[in-house]
């Protein structure tokens, strides 16, 4: 992810991965992780509604309490989405990396065109998935993984 960040240029702040939050009896929730360079970009963030805490290596992480991130897509590439944060565009540029995958496995092909052929500002809504699949055992697995699309509350 970090390399990314390097490619797209000086003005990415940072960027985004699913983070799953284990729950009580066994669930998982999928929720949005940011992670910026700067603590000041990464303090603005959280009090939009997550956890700040500083990491080492990679700068200061905010895992949000949503599974939704509106945001105001800049670009695409086969692996990447870069975009600002629609509560907070003035931060700066942010980056949705699925490498190894690519954008069209990861959210489907018509998706995939979509986000590579948007103009800049194009609206749309990140959102952490949980994805339960049957493995060829006959038992099942709990992924999380990005997608585009409505609230899944809605």
């Known amino acids: ?10 003005d990415v702040v940072g960027w ?10 066994g669930g998982l929730v999928a929720v949005w992780r940011l992670v910026a360079g700067a603590g000041a970009v990464a303090s603005r963030v959280a009090t939009a509604g997550g956890s700040l805490r500083r990491e080492s290596a990679q700068g200061w992480a905010v895992v949000t309490d949503r599974s939704v991130l509106p945001v105001l ?5 086969e692996t990447e989405v870069w975009f600002r944060l629609a509560m907070t565009p003035e931060l700066g540029t942010w980056v949705l990396d699925v490498s190894p995958w690519s954008l069209a496995q990861v959210l489907g092909p018509a998706t995939a065109a979509a986000l590579t052929q948007a103009e800049t500002g194009t609206r749309v809504n990140l959102v952490a998935r949980v994805l339960v ?4 055992g006959g038992g099942y697995v709990r992924h999380i993984a990005p997608g585009v699309g409505p609230s899944p509350q809605a």
């Open 16 to 25: 985004v991965e699913v983070h799953g939050v284990p729950q009580p009896r």
């Open 73 to 77: 897509v800049t670009g695409a590439s």
């Open 1 to 10: 992810m970090v390399a990314g960040v390097i490619i797209v240029g000086g």
């Open 133 to 136: 699949v049957q493995n060829l």
